[in-house]
């Protein structure tokens, strides 16, 4: 396929957006060398809107950008349900995850798993943490490159770097409030990059708007009545909807780098109101992002051709580079990085929390607060260059299934750890032995099954997932004697608004 040259114009709006971030970084970082507790959480200054637009931005990613137009592009817009799902779980959030999180004023979201299973469970919960997101930071980095450099003259290696060393560099600095301050500009840019996209593209189509409602009213693009067939394909909106409840479960109530955030205000209030913002932007963006790709079909019906034997993974970077003014252009590339660095910082920043909360401060010795900044930075530093190389070594592959991928990696190994949280919370009888079944058997279970009948959507291995880690979890707990659970006072529902007897050997 024959590249684009990328432009001097082009490479100016990219590198300011670069040096950008940098500044950010470097403006915070004499504050978040302060403490771990800044480091990690800000200290809970942060207002809630900000902390929004950050669980927003984190959550987004390069994977949203590109991928969600190629599915609008290719289909039509039944993965819109997953945003939906989004605002669906927020009052089971409010009601009855947050106040344990607040509760316990816990910097990892795995030492409520301590709190009510023991250490075992909250080791083993931090690493696969951990392991995800080194796999989900290289998808990550890899994803833009393989897209970007597939259509223009750009060098992978170089695309690479930029992405993911700059940002190692300016969170390695800025730390938490530098990740959550640039991930609001990322967001802004994203938005704003993606109606801009939006609305030159309708200027160059004949007959605008009014051409591409026709087109997605003719053929099908946006929903119709098919997408509520309960079938074998993923274009189900049931299914989807409830494979994201469960994908969004995880996310918010057992992934560091969301839950993370709801210590970074000063009240239960403000958490609140941060994800009721974080709520109507998923809204808001997602026909945007779903428009994006109904536009670029109008646009390559009438307009223009791809050309033959064309990877729709970069159908945005190419519509992009062929049909914006330089400058606009790059500006228009700036915002697939700031999609792909607003999940890299926030992953990075996570993955430090989880092993200096989880494996240093619990286990070693806590240190000063000198001390542990410098350990946490070092990890960010270490576990960046291992994702970014990781991600060097996917760069020869190619592939346009890389959301269904990450999906269903996620309902592998993510999902039945949100079963795991949600059989503490909502059950008194589940125990150490009971979940740790349950966790193995639900990843067992998903994979064994997720290639059977209508299994083969990742939404079908969400669920599956979901369910068979919380139910093995609370039966095989029922056998297990009484007298080895342990005191669980005020980590249940059942009486959550008591104080727990918990102490933290993290902050002894």
Not at 63 to 79: H, N
Request: with cysteine; glycine share 8%; charged share 10%.
């Amino acid at each position: 396929m024959q590249q684009v040259g990328f432009g001097t114009w082009n490479w100016v709006a990219v590198i300011t957006y670069l040096v950008a971030m940098l500044l950010i970084g470097a403006y915070f970082t004499k504050r978040a060398g302060q403490s771990t507790d800044s480091f990690f959480t800000a200290s809970g200054r942060l207002p809630s809107w900000a902390i929004g637009f950050s669980i927003y931005a984190t959550t987004l990613s390069a994977i949203t950008f590109m991928s969600t137009p190629e599915k609008a592009f290719l289909t039509d817009w039944s993965y819109i349900a997953g945003n939906i799902a989004i605002v669906a779980i927020i009052p089971a959030l409010i009601a009855f995850y947050v106040p344990f999180f607040k509760k316990l004023r816990v910097t990892s979201a795995y030492e409520y798993l301590e709190a009510r299973f023991g250490p075992s469970v909250r080791v083993l919960g931090s690493l696969l943490f951990v392991v995800f997101h080194l796999g989900r930071i290289a998808i990550v980095i890899y994803l833009p490159t393989l897209a970007i450099t597939a259509v223009t003259d750009m060098n992978p290696y170089l695309v690479a770097s930029l992405v993911g060393i700059l940002c190692i560099l300016y969170t390695f600095l800025g730390g938490f409030e530098g990740v959550v301050w640039s991930g609001f500009i990322q967001g802004v840019i994203l938005l704003g990059g993606a109606i801009m996209i939006i609305v030159i593209g309708a200027m160059h189509i004949d007959g605008g708007f009014g051409t591409i409602l026709h087109d997605a009213l003719a053929e099908k693009k946006l929903l119709s009545v098919d997408n509520w067939k309960l079938n074998t394909t993923a274009a189900a909106l049931p299914i989807i909807f409830l494979g994201n409840i469960f994908n969004n479960l995880h996310q918010y109530t057992a992934s560091q780098d969301v839950v993370q955030r709801y210590q970074a205000s000063d009240s239960i209030d403000e958490t609140k109101k941060s994800l009721w913002i974080n709520g109507l932007l998923a809204l808001i963006s997602a026909p945007i992002f779903y428009g994006m790709g109904t536009m670029m079909y109008s646009f390559y019906e009438h307009e223009a051709a791809l050309p033959q034997d064309f990877n729709t993974s970069s159908v945005v970077p190419f519509f992009i580079l062929t049909q914006m003014p330089p400058f606009v252009g790059g500006l228009l590339i700036a915002a697939i990085f700031a999609a792909a660095q607003s999940t890299i910082s926030s992953s990075l920043n996570s993955i430090s929390a989880c092993i200096s909360e989880d494996i240093k401060a619990r286990f070693f010795s806590k240190g000063t607060d000198k001390s542990n900044v410098n350990f946490a930075r070092w990890t960010i530093i270490i576990a960046g260059f291992l994702s970014y190389g990781i991600a060097i070594y996917l760069i020869a592959a190619d592939s346009n299934n890389l959301w269904d991928l990450f999906l269903l990696v996620t309902g592998l190994f993510g999902v039945p750890l949100a079963g795991i949280f949600a059989v503490g919370i909502f059950t008194k009888r589940a125990n150490t032995f009971g979940v740790l079944v349950g966790l193995f058997t639900g990843v067992i279970v998903a994979y064994l099954l997720k290639g059977v009948g209508g299994a083969n959507s990742p939404f079908y291995v969400s669920i599956i997932s979901f369910f068979i880690a919380f139910l093995f979890g609370y039966i095989v707990s029922l056998f297990v004697p009484a007298k080895y659970t342990k005191d669980i006072t005020g980590l249940t529902i059942y009486d959550k608004d008591k104080p727990s007897t918990y102490i933290s050997k993290t902050r002894q």
